[in-house]
């Protein structure tokens, strides 16, 4: 049939994990749906409940040195150390997929750079604290400087605005009997005005505290000892937050202590209480009568704030890497954001009274993880038996669970639900950076190993919630860069099909750098103490790299740096074949799957379950017979080593003879391949990485790719061959219609649809056929500019886009001497429908735009004045044959008597012009 395509096989990005925080500010505005983050040089904007990217802001060429959202999310303000500041406006589009980020204030705030950042709860004032300890306010709608604040020229690390009832300081002062008047700066009873309750506390690099009042523009200090004037702390003093209720300050400090500060008699007083760790953060809570610290412990701890107890239980401090830097408390929401050393922001929920244990302790745990990056991706497993997580080796001693859910299971709006991305568990044992990783047919059975020369089996639990680590192998010397379980599907009457979660595989094999492989039967009862090996070998003279086990799992593949494959007999452990070829080392392995029907390969076919792939450092993969240990085919197409092969889904029904057998790789150049393994050729090519793509895994029903690597991303990559081998039917179905349409309509002599649906077809070559019969029509209709008045009725109708593609086939056409008389006369009548502005003015689509529309009328007016200036030519060469004829005539004999002269006149000037043009063309 007409409607028959060939297959083409695609794939599109249906989804990407990517990193929304490498580190410094954070900020979300009061309905805790969108979170700032810090990225690089950008700034991130991220829907906190669906892990969406929202908008991403890219930066001026230096790093980022602060960022706020104001907290009704109308403005974004980002500093960098290029001493810009950037005011963005925000707003959220209609179906909340996007928010539309608009610049429209850049300025230079200070002479260095803008270290801290605050906004009042009004989103009005904007307070900038720079480096040189020069402080600013700022209005963020009118952009202009409102109060200048001159303070010490030591760098300002907080800024908190607050404001206070007009009498809350004589409430407090009145706590305690007066003997008689006294004056003071901090009297309130002559307050007035809204402007009288605004202040703006900071704290400096050198310890000290101050208070600025914005109606009275004066700061007042705030002394730990007033009568020394000793300064509140001695060292930065990275937080203060304000309580209403209590009228009471709380400041804290890398001085490990954390200050709060009550109003009497007129003045601040502080009660210093040391907390034994560098104090990052600090805040009230349940208004007021609890506080929070967070610091380098990694432990968020409430105080009650009249004991100066710590209300929460006993925890161990966490590792450096888990140290809190910022703290983001949104009370109103329940909500507590933690950004950690290592880009993880952990969210906990406010605790209220009623959680308070019998023994007098809150517990506080976060309810929710957020990676902020993964850092490079070294490898990547789908887990559980519907593949809806995936475990991450991070470049880190600990595996990540993400869920990759197709669907999310939260309601709108709830916090902590799960959704695409969401970090479900951290697998916690390994030592060191874990490098590989492998899972068994059920994806309840995790392997991995790492440089900590362990390997190490954990099982995966989600439905009771339980993560936990089976067993630890050693025995190697080195790290061990490849682990691999078996895979074979029990029988589905067993109990290890019905209950696999009590039934770890029988075995796990192991290789390492130090050049041994080794075998290791898995104890049937958890056993987390170490585990020697059964069977070793020296297998290579260079690094393992990969290794696989066979669908029967009778074989397993070792691949090293030695350049060599070697295939193994898994109970003897004994060599039963090499793979020699590549020219660098193997990267990676992998045997056909079960069901792969026959492939053919250039020494003829081969049974599909008897091969192997291998990628290498040369760039080259190899497709390889197990019967002899012969290379059947080499593919060629990547730029740089190919670190990961995978063979896509088969089906196992009738469909599988009709499938092609189809593979895919990851290389150094960070792209993604598909081929054919019967033709050797590239199906497709697939780009969304910046950076080397160290692992591919493929869901194994789906045939869904996910790829990571360098770039910290992970994409995953969505088989959509039956929907663009649809649509492309569906397409070529209906050009067929539409050119019998034209064709309809061409017979008819319905010149009106017929140059609409030739522009719409983009067929040139019938549209100018269409016109050419419009213009030589021997008996055109009067006062119409192209011949037809149907015809003129269509040219003063088009669009934009009509206008500009008729005006491409005029340009085409206007440099043929054939067709441009044609094309002179439809440009004429085009010209005469529209105004002059028109031509100037087309909305033209594409990324070169108006720049194209220059360009087509350019060439149109060049070759219209060479056209022009060729028919004067003719016409004056017209006059020279004319004058030669008359010359010729005026020699030639005369006619004999009673011959009449053929073309004879009265006069020779009467001669048709017009003829003697044409004729003197036709010379010509």
Not at 249 to 267: E, P, V, Y
Request: proline residues 4%; negative net charge.
């Amino acid at each position: 049939m007409a409607t028959r395509q060939p297959t083409k096989t695609t794939f599109e990005v249906s989804n990407v994990i990517q990193p929304i925080f490498t580190g410094g500010s954070v900020a979300l505005e009061n309905g805790a749906r969108i979170l700032a983050s810090t990225l690089g040089e950008a700034a991130v904007l991220t829907e906190l409940n669906t892990g969406r990217r929202l908008a991403e802001i890219e930066g001026d060429g230096e790093p980022i040195s602060t960022l706020t959202i104001t907290p009704s999310a109308s403005h974004l303000v980002v500093c960098s150390r290029s001493l810009t500041m950037r005011i963005y406006a925000l707003k959220l589009s209609p179906d909340s997929d996007s928010v539309e980020a608009t610049l429209v204030r850049t300025s230079k705030p200070h002479a260095t750079p803008v270290v801290v950042l605050a906004v009042d709860r009004t989103s009005t004032l904007l307070a900038t604290g720079a480096a040189d300890g020069a402080i600013k306010i700022w209005d963020i709608a009118g952009g202009y400087v409102t109060h200048t604040v001159s303070g010490p020229s030591v760098l300002v690390s907080a800024l908190h605005f607050f404001e206070i009832a007009a009498t809350a300081e004589n409430a407090a002062s009145e706590r305690k009997p007066k003997k008689g008047p006294r004056k003071s700066h901090g009297d309130q009873s002559q307050l007035d005005g809204a402007g009288s309750k605004f202040r703006l506390a900071w704290g400096t690099q050198d310890g000290r505290v101050r208070i600025f009042d914005l109606h009275k523009r004066a700061a007042v200090p705030v002394y730990a000892d007033p009568k020394r004037r000793k300064e509140a702390h001695e060292s930065n003093v990275q937080s203060i937050d304000y309580s209403p209720e209590q009228h009471a300050l709380l400041t804290g400090s890398r001085d490990k202590t954390m200050t709060l500060w009550l109003w009497r008699d007129n003045a601040w007083h502080g009660t210093p209480m040391l907390r034994h760790e560098l104090v990052e953060s600090v805040g009230f809570l349940n208004e007021g009568k609890w506080m929070y610290s967070a610091g380098s412990s990694g432990l968020l701890r409430i105080w009650d704030t009249t004991t100066h107890q710590e209300i929460t239980a006993k925890q161990d401090s966490k590792s450096e890497a888990e140290s809190i830097l910022s703290v983001v408390s949104l009370p109103h929401q329940s909500l507590i954001l933690c950004a950690q050393s290592d880009f993880t922001l952990a969210l906990y929920r406010i605790p209220s009274p009623g959680d308070i244990t019998s023994m007098g302790k809150l517990s506080m745990e976060p309810f929710r993880r957020i990676s902020g990056t993964h850092d490079e991706i070294l490898d990547l497993a789908f887990v559980l038996p519907d593949q809806s997580m995936m475990a991450l080796a991070t470049n880190s001693e600990d595996i990540r669970l993400v869920s990759v859910a197709d669907t999310a299971t939260q309601a709108d709006g709830e916090q902590g639900g799960a959704y695409f991305g969401h970090d479900v568990a951290l697998l916690k044992g390994h030592e060191d950076i874990v490098m590989s990783l492998d899972v068994d047919w059920s994806g309840h059975w995790v392997a991995s190993g790492a440089k900590d020369n362990t390997a190490r089996l954990w099982r995966v639990d989600p439905a009771n919630n339980s993560y936990t680590c089976y067993a630890v192998f050693t025995g190697h010397l080195e790290s061990v860069g490849a682990v691999a379980l078996p895979k074979v599907v029990p029988s589905q009457d067993s109990d290890a099909f019905k209950n696999p979660l009590d039934h770890p595989p029988a075995f796990l094999i192991s290789g390492s750098q130090d050049r041994f492989v080794q075998k290791r039967d898995i104890p049937r009862q958890s056993q987390k103490a170490k585990v020697s090996s059964s069977l070793k070998r020296l297998a290579h003279d260079k690094d393992i790299n990969a290794l696989d086990v066979s669908p029967s799992g009778r074989l397993f593949a070792s691949a090293s740096q030695d350049k060599t494959v070697k295939i193994w007999d898994v109970e003897r452990l004994e060599v039963q074949g090499i793979l020699r070829g590549h020219k660098r080392g193997v990267w990676t392995v992998r045997f056909a799957p079960l069901h792969t029907p026959a492939i053919h390969g250039e020494q003829g076919s081969v049974s599909g379950k008897g091969v192997i792939l291998t990628g290498s450092g040369d760039k080259t993969i190899k497709l390889w017979n197990l019967s002899d240990y012969t290379c059947l085919r080499t593919f060629e197409g990547h730029s740089h080593n190919v670190l990961k092969v995978v063979w896509l889904h088969i089906p196992t029904d009738d469909a599988a003879a009709k499938k092609r057998i189809q593979f895919a790789s990851a290389g150094a150049d960070s792209l993604v391949k598909v081929w054919d393994a019967n033709t050797g050729e590239t199906e497709c090519t697939l780009d969304n990485h910046e950076d080397r793509l160290w692992t591919l895994a493929v869901h194994p029903k789906t045939n869904t790719l996910a790829s990571g690597g360098s770039d910290s991303k992970v994409t995953f990559w969505k088989d959509t061959t039956a929907e663009t081998q649809a649509a492309a039917t569906e397409a070529a179905l209906k050009l067929v219609e539409q050119e019998q349409e034209l064709e309809n309509y061409i017979h008819a002599g319905a010149y009106r649809d017929a140059i609409v649906l030739a522009l719409q077809l983009n067929h040139p070559g019938r549209l100018l056929n269409l016109f050419t019969n419009v213009v030589t029509n021997s008996t055109p209709e009067p006062g119409s500019l192209s011949g037809l008045k149907a015809v003129d009725d269509v040219l003063a109708g088009l669009s934009d886009e009509q206008i500009f593609l008729l005006l491409l086939r005029l340009r085409d056409w206007n440099t043929n001497a054939r067709t441009a008389p044609v094309a002179q006369r439809i440009l004429w009548a085009l010209v005469k429908s529209y105004p002059a502005d028109k031509f100037s003015n087309l909305s033209v689509k594409g990324a070169r735009g108006q720049r194209s529309l220059r360009e087509v009328l350019n060439a149109l007016r060049v070759y219209t004045e060479r056209h022009y200036k060729r028919m004067e030519e003719l016409v004056d060469e017209s006059y020279l044959v004319e004058y030669t004829l008359q010359e010729m005539d005026s020699l030639a004999p005369s006619a004999p008597e009673g011959v009449e002269e053929d073309g004879d006149a009265e006069d020779g000037d009467a001669v048709n012009p017009n003829l003697r043009v044409s004729s003197t063309l036709g010379l010509v």
